[in-house]
């Protein structure tokens, strides 16, 4: 029989149960002591084994709350006007480099440029990308945001190549002009345009139709459509029961992949039927990849769809914000639209054709430092998320295998040390100045440098090139939201006036 016994009852244990529990707490207290000391001991001797003279330490900081650690601080600085406000008042605490609790992890925050430049640069061996359960379910295995060493590079290779090719570039520039002269020819004086939604149009139609070669029409509705209840669960519960968000998600991301597998089968009997090496240039993502014999058809259907998660809403908010902040300083917006009429100008004398191509986009300078310095400033992408493979020492900084490192992007493009007056917008900072020695990071760098890079400028270029140049405008009040994307509260309305032609 099992005697059970409350507390109550312990002053009635006799002397010896009483000298034997005592035994057993004091065995406790000590086997406890003995295995911090140890764990202590370990990681001493694993930081002095990184190398190094002064033994790399743990960086300071706090881990919060048990379980939600600093997370609710952390997200209530996010929605608030200045998000890096979390990270500033622990700078001052513990220096650039600190050790938090966010986002159910243990997790090493850098604000250094230097120290966030190796983490960027390490390969799969040291750091792999880290993202949220429910993002991870919804991007599959094999997404090119998530796989890993010979495989990553070679998908990325192909995919960075092709968005470089100026086969590729004259075919964007073309589409791009005629998409956005054909939404602009609709635009009536006086009437409210919200930027936002119009960008957002528009470039999800380049992108679909540099992905996987669809022109506007039924398909491209039905990827819209689906997109959108998509990455209604990118941020959602990972709870993937029928009826949760998740798993809606879910269920459209595979309509969206039958459609691109029958892309797929289409375009590879084609392939096979055509002689004609013309035929065989790659015109969309989807070529390139089948090109490439060892790349299976679920894998390049499943990242087509993927492929979309980083180009569709980044560049919107790109050309929504530039517009912003140039509606908001006159002068900037005045330099700009010059410049861009002096080259229309330029061409039409001499007989060339007003459609710009990719070079013409690049000659303008100014407009390239106002998108670099909208980048700078907007942070669309605040930072990225590593987690350490192996025990890692970078500039003296111990990160424990296992343990995320949260590269914030945002803190260091407004870095006063780096950036004079960080918070205003000023695109003459960029005259001359070399963005490879201030820290700019707006597309990631390393072996997972974004390769929509070029994309995405010409994209802003195209559109800020026939706004200014076709019309003018006075923008109505709105606000930045940061989090958990960036976005503008109200869409961005502006109120737009044709200019008479000269
Ligand atoms: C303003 C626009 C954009 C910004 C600010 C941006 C930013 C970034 C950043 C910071 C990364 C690095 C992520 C990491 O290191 O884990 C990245 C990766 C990536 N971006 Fe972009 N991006 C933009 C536009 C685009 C476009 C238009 C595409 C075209 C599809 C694109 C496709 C990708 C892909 C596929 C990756 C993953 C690369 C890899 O992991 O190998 N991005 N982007």
């Known amino acids: 029989m099992v005697m059970r016994r409350s507390s109550s009852d312990l002053k009635f244990l006799s002397e010896m149960e009483k000298s034997l529990l005592s035994l057993f707490m004091t065995c406790m207290a000590l086997f406890i002591i003995l295995l911090t000391l140890s764990r202590r001991l370990k990681l001493k001797k694993r930081k002095i084994s990184a190398g190094g003279v002064r033994p790399a330490q743990l960086p300071r900081g706090s881990l919060g709350w048990p379980f939600i650690g600093e997370t609710l601080e952390f997200i209530s600085c996010a929605y608030s006007p200045r998000p890096e406000s979390f990270m500033d008042k622990r700078r001052l605490l513990y220096g650039k480099v600190f050790k938090s609790h966010i986002f159910g992890s243990p997790t090493i925050v850098s604000t250094d440029a230097e120290v966030s430049r190796v983490v960027l640069q390490s390969d799969a061996k040291a750091f792999v990308p880290s993202y949220p359960k429910s993002l991870t379910e919804l991007m599959g295995k094999s997404s090119i945001l998530l796989i890993n060493g010979g495989l990553h590079r070679r998908v990325h290779g192909l995919i960075g190549a092709f968005f470089k090719s100026p086969l590729l570039k004259s075919q964007i520039t073309t589409d791009m002009h005629k998409y956005v002269k054909d939404l602009m020819s609709g635009w009536q004086d006086n009437q409210l345009i919200f930027i936002q939604d119009e960008t957002k149009h528009i470039v999800f139609h380049i992108l679909v139709r540099v992905l996987i070669g669809l ?53 590879r009997k084609n392939m096979n039927n055509s002689s004609d090496d013309d035929q065989k240039a790659p015109r969309d993502v989807i ?67 007003t459609t710009l191509n990719w070079t013409d986009y690049l000659s303008l300078q100014f407009t390239q430092d106002v998108i670099t310095e909208t980048l700078r400033l907007g942070n669309i992408i605040s930072g990225i998320l590593r987690m350490a493979m192996k025990d890692m020492e970078i500039k003296g900084h111990f990160i424990p295998k296992g343990w995320c490192v949260f590269t914030y992007f945002r803190s260091v493009h407004l870095d006063e040390t780096l950036y004079e007056d960080p918070h205003q917008f000023n695109p003459w900072r960029w005259k001359d100045k070399d963005m490879n020695s201030c820290g700019f990071t707006a597309f990631g760098g390393g072996q997972r440098l974004c390769p929509g890079l070029d994309l995405a400028r010409l994209e802003a270029s195209i559109f800020l090139h026939h706004l200014v140049t076709n019309f003018t405008w006075v923008a109505e009040e709105d606000q930045v939201v940061n989090f958990p994307t960036v976005r503008m509260k109200r869409r961005m309305p502006i109120r737009v006036k044709r200019k008479v032609a000269t």
């Open 215 to 267: 022109e506007p029409g039924e398909e491209m509705q039905f990827l819209k459509h689906n997109f959108q209840e998509f990455i209604a669960g990118l941020m959602s519960l990972p709870v993937k029961l029928p009826g949760s968000r998740l798993y809606k998600s879910l269920q459209a991301k595979k309509k969206m992949v039958m459609l691109v597998e029958k892309i797929i089968k289409e375009k």
């Open 287 to 353: 070529d390139v990849l089948l090109n490439d014999n060892s790349l299976k058809d679920d894998l390049i259907s499943d990242n087509m769809i993927d492929l979309m998660i980083p180009g569709e809403d980044s560049v919107p908010i790109l050309v929504t914000l530039a517009i912003k902040y140039l509606s908001d300083c006159p002068l900037a917006l005045h330099q700009l639209e010059n410049e861009n009429i002096q080259l229309k100008e330029k061409k039409s004398k001499q007989g060339e054709s």
